[in-house]
Structure formats: structure tokens, C-alpha cells
């Protein structure tokens, strides 16, 4: 019913930047909040940072300052800028959709993509 494709990641040094990318595709009318998470080896899935259809923002304290989040409603898109990056940023970055109503009039609580690798050399 949605999909959502994230691309951008990859291999990138310390102090380096990386822009973050995820469709969402589908019998989409609107999208509540979409959001980040990431989860490296051996670790809890984590949230990042999040954007509600108002525009509204939260961050993870790690990354604050460092990451910015910011969707293109109108292509059912979310970015993740990604500055200043820390080895300990490597992870596994997940997109995910909140409320997602759809044409057929259902409400979809949550949805995920398949994920992004991004890893951070020292």
C-alpha cells in the first residue's frame, strides 16, 4: 500500500556530510509525521529526528546541531542533512511513515523502509 525508498547513504570520513533521502510511494493523501531512525550492530533501533506535516521538528540530543531534517510534502519526501558526522554515526538509517491516510480512506499507522547504510571512517 506504501513504500518508502531511502537512498543517499554510503561511505564518508569524519567530518564529512551525507544527505539522506526517503519516497514514499503509494495511494498516498497525506503523511502525519516522518521520521529517522538509525540502529547500528548489536544495538536498539534508535529515532533521529522526526517532522510533523505542520513542520514541526525533534532531534535526538546526538545528533542536534549536527543533523537537519526537513520533507517536501507535495513529493511525500523526507531528507536528512547530515554535517559535522562522528564515527559513531554508523549505522543503518530507517525511514519512517506515522498515519499515512491513504485514497481508500484506511489509516496505516507505520510504515518503514528498508534502510540506508551509512558508515563513518575515523
Known amino acids: 500500500q506504501v513504500q518508502l525508498v531511502e537512498s543517499g547513504g554510503g561511505l564518508v570520513q569524519a567530518g564529512g556530510s551525507l544527505r539522506l533521502s526517503c519516497a514514499a510511494s503509494g495511494r498516498i493523501v497525506s503523511i502525519n509525521t516522518m521520521r529517522w531512525y538509525r540502529q547500528a550492530p548489536g544495538k536498539r533501533r534508535e529515532l533521529v529526528a522526526a517532522?510533523?506535516?505542520?513542520?514541526?521538528?525533534n532531534y535526538a540530543d546526538s545528533v542536534k546541531g549536527r543533523f537537519t531534517i526537513s520533507r517536501d510534502s507535495a513529493k511525500n519526501t523526507v531528507y536528512l542533512q547530515m554535517n559535522n558526522l562522528k564515527p559513531e554515526d554508523t549505522a543503518g538509517y530507517y525511514c519512517?511513515?506515522?498515519?499515512?491516510?491513504?485514497?481508500?480512506?484506511?489509516?496505516?499507522?507505520?510504515?518503514w523502509g528498508q534502510g540506508t547504510q551509512v558508515t563513518v571512517s575515523s
Open positions: 517532522v510533523t506535516s505542520d513542520g514541526s521538528t
Open positions: 519512517n511513515a506515522g498515519q499515512v491516510r491513504t485514497t481508500a480512506g484506511t489509516l496505516i499507522s507505520s510504515s
